[in-house]
């Protein structure tokens, strides 16, 4: 019963316009309830088919108008909140999700919602954001993201945009950065180091092939070599890896379609330069001309076990240059040599620009 008198007088919020001489001033309090049974009374940019919402929801609302201006005050707490884009392109799960400081105005037909955000933990795209604060405000199906702050591997994030409600894709205009973010607290291990960025992403939220952008990012402190990619070639080049260490990397990516592309990555560790040029995309594919630059001490002190393709400078550096095809799960390698001639030394430095030392 109590369900059914909350579902009567949302309906009475719904189509309050239509009674001018109205006024009216009262509470809704509910319980654990069902999301679903309420999403078609919500405006109708809340209710686009393509969407599958899940959880309980207890509101705790005071309503009052004078038959022009409704409004709406108080908070929403959810449990296991789920999101789903029906095409499996988008998925957000948060167990415990608050909408405070709640302000919704409707005028005519219009709509206006302010809101504060706050879920101690929300899973979006593989990651687990902690301790999550937004600012938000919905106007006319507008949703400007005023003020995002979070937790990732034990850094602060923060992000302002906006996105648009009224259009299925969800466009988006987002700006961020992320500071002293801890590599091995997230969930695909990366490996070891606190990574820094900033970034600014446009495009459709549910297409990542639509997102366009730029972003540039600094790893300190690190310990990259458990990095795939890394590893990997260390062991095709080396027979024990146990001597290289990578502890710092940064690098300029340009988004273009979903695929982020890079000419400038560069990685530095004890007697090891490494510089790769390439993309990686939505679609997990990558591209990466990667060239190496190792010390004559490291060669001295690492047995090899393929020397094809790998020349010596004059001081004793080796160089090498690897391609890498195919995916993210399933990549192949193959050497690059040098053209003969030349100083390989003066080109690597050119390459790489680092020094010779």
């Keep these: 019963m109590g369900v059914k008198v909350l579902l009567y007088l949302l309906f009475l919020i719904i189509s309050f316009p239509l009674y001018p001489s109205?006024?009216?001033?009262?509470?809704?309090?509910?319980?654990?309830?069902?999301?679903?049974?309420?999403?078609?009374?919500?405006?109708v940019f809340s209710r686009n088919q393509r969407w599958k919402i899940e959880g309980r929801v207890s509101?705790?609302?005071?309503?009052?108008?004078?038959g022009e201006v409704l409004n709406i005050q108080g908070e929403v707490e959810y449990q296991?909140?789920?999101?789903?884009?029906?095409?499996?392109?988008?998925?957000?799960?948060?167990?415990?999700?608050?909408l405070k400081e709640l302000r919704i105005e409707r005028k005519e037909k219009k709509w206006k919602i302010d809101l504060v955000l706050t879920s101690p933990e929300i899973d979006y795209l593989g990651f687990s954001f902690k301790n999550v604060n937004a600012l938000l405000t919905i106007e006319e199906g507008n949703l400007t993201l005023k003020s995002l702050t979070c937790v990732l591997g034990e850094g602060k994030i923060h992000v302002e945009g906006k996105i648009d409600l009224t259009d299925p894709k969800l466009p988006l205009d987002f700006k961020g950065k992320g500071e002293d973010i801890k590599l091995e607290n997230i969930s695909f291990h990366p490996g070891k180091g606190r990574l820094h960025v900033r970034f600014r992403i446009r495009g459709n939220g549910i297409d990542p092939a639509s997102l366009n952008g730029w972003a540039k990012l600094e790893v300190k402190?690190?310990?990259?070599?458990?990095l795939p990619v890394i590893l990997e070639i260390f062991t095709l080049l080396f027979k024990g890896s146990s001597r290289v260490s990578l502890h710092s990397a940064k690098g300029d990516f340009k988004i273009r379609e979903g695929f982020a592309y890079t000419d400038n990555l560069e990685l530095k560790g004890r007697g090891v330069s490494v510089l790769a040029k390439g993309y990686v995309g939505w679609n997990r594919k990558l591209d990466f001309l990667i060239f190496f630059k190792m010390s004559q001490e490291l060669l001295r002190f690492t047995p090899l076990t393929k020397l094809v393709g790998m020349v010596i400078d004059q001081l004793?550096?080796?160089?090498?240059?690897?391609?890498?095809?195919?995916?993210?799960n399933n990549r192949q390698y193959t050497i690059v040599p040098f053209a003969l001639g030349g100083d390989l030394g003066e080109l690597f430095k050119k390459i790489l620009g680092i020094d010779n030392n």
């Excluded at 402190?221 to 458990?226: F, H, K, P, Q, T």
């Excluded at 004793?316 to 993210?328: A, D, E, F, P, Y």
Aim: charged share 20%; net charge positive; no cysteine.
């Design 316 to 328: 004793g550096n080796g160089l090498v240059r690897l391609r890498v095809t195919g995916t993210i």
């Design 22 to 43: 109205w006024r009216t001033d009262f509470q809704i309090k509910g319980e654990n309830m069902e999301v679903a049974p309420l999403l078609k009374l919500l405006p």
């Design 80 to 98: 296991d909140l789920s999101v789903t884009q029906t095409q499996g392109k988008f998925y957000l799960y948060s167990p415990s999700l608050s």
């Design 221 to 226: 402190n690190a310990e990259l070599g458990r």
């Design 59 to 66: 509101p705790d609302l005071k309503i009052s108008g004078d």
